[in-house]
């Protein structure tokens, strides 16, 4: 069947019929919608995504204390997770400190954290790092002993050191020197790609609280140890 109105020519009586066109305005609502779309699109990224384990370090880390050490995009491993803080009596494979790494693609730790007994070495610690950067300090509680080590050789690495007066059996070492009296814990690892410097130096101080807090039940501490209810800020 001929479709007769398509074939009819318009009558002269007929209202002028209105073009359709495209506004100004109606392209720029356009464009803004697309860069809105685009932009979002570029900040939200969905193609990316990190992945981090449940549990670290001797069960004491969890996901959100290893968030702010990450960048955009990656997976973050402990490849011999350990069960229990080591200690000088319940040593952990022959040794008396404990050492937990977590890796990020690339052969990055993540993070490096460990525990062991220390001596009164405090001062000659704070001496060593301070040869290698600028030292600030960290007020972790009454008693303890904590500082900030900012690398003058990679510029971005930091590094946070605890000392926690600890009264723990110890057996007696051959060298007759007195059995140590602290618990030393030490947070460093590597700023990946993507992180923020400024969580990443905070995450280290909270990180080095609770594992302190871990350690000081691990070497079952006969004083009372005070931790600080928050870890201190690190300085800017």
């Known amino acids: 069947m001929v479709d007769v109105a398509h074939i009819i ?14 506004r100004p305005w109606h392209a720029a609502v356009a464009l803004a919608v697309a860069a809105a779309v685009g932009g979002g699109l570029w900040a939200w990224k969905p193609w990316q995504s990190v992945e981090l384990p449940q549990s670290a370090c001797w069960g004491v880390l969890d996901a959100n204390d290893l968030k702010p050490l990450t960048g955009p995009d990656g997976k ?17 494979s022959g040794s008396r400190d404990s050492r937990c790494r977590v890796m990020w693609p690339g052969a990055t730790f993540l993070l490096d954290a460990e525990v062991r007994p220390a001596r009164d070495r405090i001062d000659a610690d704070r001496r060593n790092d301070a040869s290698g950067g600028s030292v600030a300090p960290l007020d972790f509680g009454p008693g303890t002993t904590g500082w900030a080590t900012a690398s003058d050789v990679v510029p971005g690495n930091t590094s946070v050191r605890l000392y926690v007066p ?8 051959d060298s007759d020197q007195p059995p140590p009296k602290y618990f030393g814990v030490l947070i460093s690892g590597d700023i990946v790609d993507g992180a923020s410097l400024r969580k990443a130096h905070q995450a280290y101080t909270d990180i080095a609280l609770k594992i302190g807090r871990a350690a000081a039940t691990a070497y079952e501490c006969r004083n009372t140890v005070t931790l600080a209810a928050t870890a201190p800020r690190v300085p800017s």
């Open 166 to 173: 600890c009264d723990f059996d110890s057996p007696r070492d």
């Open 9 to 22: 020519p318009p009558s002269p009586d007929d209202p002028p019929r209105r073009r359709s066109r495209v």
């Open 76 to 92: 973050a491993t402990e490849p011999r997770p350990a069960r229990e803080i080591a200690t000088p009596m319940k040593p952990a």
